[in-house]
């Protein structure tokens, strides 16, 4: 009878367990939380695919040198469900970028907004 009661609660546990939300875990602590700076230059790829979608921005840096900036966006599921599709950052479409960059100095950071040059908004954008 113990036995039966100890299973009985271990299913009922297991069965909790198995309908609670699942959230993964995805760090933003590679980022400056605390800054947002801006970027303009020159959409190359707009990668469209899990689990995180990446914007490949050709940027000018002080000396005139192009450096090529990668910003990290969300899901291309959770993104689809906003608007946004792979025809949203077409490859040579010039573009002001908002992110928050590297903590270690890298050219990437975490998206927040893009303004293209016609006028139009992605993210957000003050």
Known sequence: MRTHALLGALAF???LAAGAPVTAHHSGAGFN?????ELTGTIKEFQFTNPHTWIQIIVEDD???KVEWSVEWGSPNSLGRQGIRPSTFPPG???TMRLRPMINGAPAG?????KFEDGRTVGRWE
Do not use: E
């Not at 939380?33 to 700076?37: E, G, L, P, R, T």
């Open 93 to 95: 479409a010039k573009v």
């Open 13 to 15: 546990a297991a069965l």
């Open 110 to 114: 975490g998206f927040v907004g893009a």
């Open 33 to 37: 939380s605390d800054k947002v700076i």
């Open 63 to 65: 000396k005139g040198a």
